[in-house]
């Protein structure tokens, strides 16, 4: 029997949420609270697909179900990582909790607030960070910091002091802050980004893959700044990644993702004793729950 096969031996059904009793103690009433979540697509059918329905132009059209009866909670102060291979559901949820999809079945309450009646009490309480972050190219990071705060309702000197600070924080020199977004790398921009997210103190931070395209430094400086935020501000936080030892660094609690289903919630380290005596690292624990070897989960990958 190979390490993979022995891993996948020791997990149970993947069909079962996963969860050891109780490593994690939530304290208080959820910020997130999502209940029996369903969320579909639908796309165009390829032949031999069972077709639903018919759109424009009579076009052949297949219901893909991106969030499959997803329930669980988030607690203030918690960091609760999603892992998942690309087409796995994570982006979507991280949309339906953010109030830019609105959940075909069940329920998603952000405070107490459900996303469908109070999405624009929602959104002014959270911020959230994403690979498809866009900005203004031609301004500098600083004028977009600036641009950001304003439509928060901050004042020029307060946004000025915040954004210095943090993406000074961010590896940042005077000269770079001023210059051109059109002049920076791809990982820079992100932290202009993850720098915008910060400054306005959300209650509630969505970092959808925030250090995918960063260099091993760049990670770095990310990840010890969330975690200073963390420990500073008590912010709740989501956050969706293909690292899995930033995963297990950073978050309280981890819940994986495969086709869209939760098979797993719990904390890094009632995971891998979950997935049983043969796991190594929390890539091992990751295969184990979602029953597949690397290969297999690359050939299951949707981008749409």
């Not at 796995?88 to 949820?93: D, E, H, I, P, V």
């Not at 400086?221 to 912010?235: A, L, S």
């Amino acid at each position: 029997m190979d390490t993979q096969t022995d891993v996948q031996s020791q997990v149970a059904e993947v069909g079962q949420v996963h969860a050891a009793q109780p490593a994690w103690i939530p304290t208080g009433p959820p910020v997130i609270h999502c209940k029996h979540v369903y969320k579909r697509f639908y796309e165009n059918a390829e032949p031999g697909d069972d077709v639903v329905r018919r759109g424009w132009l009579k076009q052949r059209k297949r219901e893909v179900t991106a969030v499959h009866d997803v329930t669980f909670d988030v607690s203030k102060g918690e960091v609760l990582g999603i892992l998942g291979a690309n087409g796995s559901g994570k982006s979507t949820l991280i949309r339906l909790i953010s109030t830019l999809l609105f959940p075909d079945e069940g329920v998603v309450e952000v405070f107490g607030l459900d996303v469908v009646k109070h999405p624009h009490e929602i959104r002014r309480r959270i911020n959230r960070v994403s690979v498809e972050a866009s900005f203004f190219k031609k301004l500098s990071a600083m004028e977009n910091l600036m641009f950001a705060g304003r439509l928060y309702g901050l004042q020029p000197a307060e946004i000025r002091k915040r954004a210095g600070a943090i993406l000074e924080r961010l590896g940042f020199t005077q000269s770079k802050m001023t210059a051109s977004l059109e002049n920076m790398s791809r990982g820079q921009q992100q932290k202009v980004s993850i720098a915008r997210a910060f400054m306005t103190s959300p209650e509630l931070l969505l970092l959808d893959e925030p250090t995918t395209g960063l260099d091993p430094k760049s990670r770095r400086d990310v990840q010890d700044f969330v975690e200073e935020i963390i420990v500073e501000r008590q912010t709740t936080i989501i956050l969706t990644t293909h690292d899995m030892p930033e995963a297990e660094r950073l978050c309280d609690r981890v819940a994986i993702l495969d086709g869209g289903r939760l098979v797993a919630l719990d904390t890094p380290e009632a995971l891998k004793r979950l997935a049983g005596p043969n796991v190594k690292t929390f890539e091992d624990v990751f295969f184990a729950f979602v029953g597949k070897d690397w290969k297999e989960v690359m050939a299951d990958e949707d981008p749409a």
